[in-house]
T-cell receptor, first 115, second 114 residues
C-alpha cells in the first residue's frame, strides 16, 4: 500500500505570494492532519480534516487554511506569505475509524522557503 | 492544556549499549502517547503508541516504551543501540477529549557512536 504523498516536495516563494500544498493520504484513510515544523518552534499542529470537514484547528492565523476533497485528498493554502512561514509542512493521515486512538502516518513533507 | 517535555536535546550512546530517550507529559484527561522518529529530510515514522492496557509497549525496530502514570512519563528504550538508530525522536500526546490534535515534544537527537 502506498504511503502518504505530498506535492511538491520543495517550493520557493517570495513574501506576499500565496501557496497551495497537496497531500494524498494512504488509501482508505479518511483523516488528514497538517503540521508545521521549524527549528525554533518544533512541530506545531495546524488543522485536521475528516470527511471534508475541519474537526480541529491549531493556533495559526487565518492566512493558513485548508480543505479536504471527497476522495480524502487535502490541500493547504497559505496566503500573503511571510518570511516566518518558511518551514517543513507535514501531512499525516489516519483511518479515523476508531476515533482519536488511531495512528497517524506522515508524508515526507513539503519544504517551503519564503524569500 | 496538553504539553509534552523532552528534557534532553541530545542523547549520546555507544553502539551496543542500552538507550533511553525521556518524555514527560501533561494532559487533562486520559493520554494517548506516541513515539515517532525522523531521519534527515524525511517525514516522521511511527514507532509505537500507548492507548491503554499493559504499561510496557513494544514497537518497531526493537524499541519499547514504558508508560508510568504516577510520574506522567513515557520513556523510549532499546536494549542495544545501533548506529542506524541515530535520528531525531519525538514524543507526542493526544488528549482523549481533543480528537486528533496532537502535541509534539521538541525532539531529542540521538547519536549512536560506533
Amino acid at each position: 500500500k502506498a504511503g502518504v504523498t505530498q506535492t511538491p516536495r520543495y517550493l520557493i516563494k517570495t513574501r506576499g505570494q500565496q501557496v497551495t500544498l497537496s497531500c494524498s493520504p494512504i488509501s482508505g484513510h479518511r483523516s488528514v492532519s497538517w503540521y508545521q515544523q521549524t527549528p525554533g518552534q518544533g512541530l506545531q499542529f495546524l488543522f485536521e480534516y475528516f470527511s471534508e470537514t475541519q474537526r480541529n484547528k491549531g493556533n495559526f492565523p487565518g492566512r493558513f487554511s485548508g480543505r479536504q476533497f471527497s476522495n480524502s485528498r487535502s490541500e493547504m493554502n497559505v496566503s500573503t506569505l511571510e518570511l516566518g512561514d518558511s518551514a517543513l509542512y507535514l501531512c499525516a493521515s489516519s483511518l479515523a475509524s476508531g476515533g482519536d486512538t488511531d495512528t497517524q502516518y506522515f508524508g515526507p513533507g513539503t519544504r517551503l522557503t519564503v524569500l | 492544556a496538553q504539553s509534552v517535555a523532552q528534557p534532553e536535546d541530545q542523547v549520546n550512546v555507544a553502539e551496543g549499549n542500552p538507550l533511553t530517550v525521556k518524555c514527560t507529559y501533561s494532559v487533562s484527561g486520559n493520554p494517548y502517547l506516541f513515539w515517532y522518529v525522523q531521519y534527515p529530510n524525511r517525514g516522521l515514522q511511527f514507532l509505537l503508541k500507548y492507548i491503554t492496557g499493559d504499561n510496557l509497549v513494544k514497537g518497531s525496530y526493537g524499541f519499547e516504551a514504558e508508560f508510568n502514570k504516577s510520574q506522567t512519563s513515557f520513556h523510549l528504550k532499546k536494549p542495544s543501540a545501533l548506529v542506524s538508530d541515530s535520528a531525531l525522536y519525538f514524543c507526542a500526546v493526544r488528549d482523549k477529549n481533543r480528537g486528533f490534535k496532537t502535541i509534539f515534544g521538541a525532539g531529542t537527537r540521538l547519536f549512536v557512536k560506533a
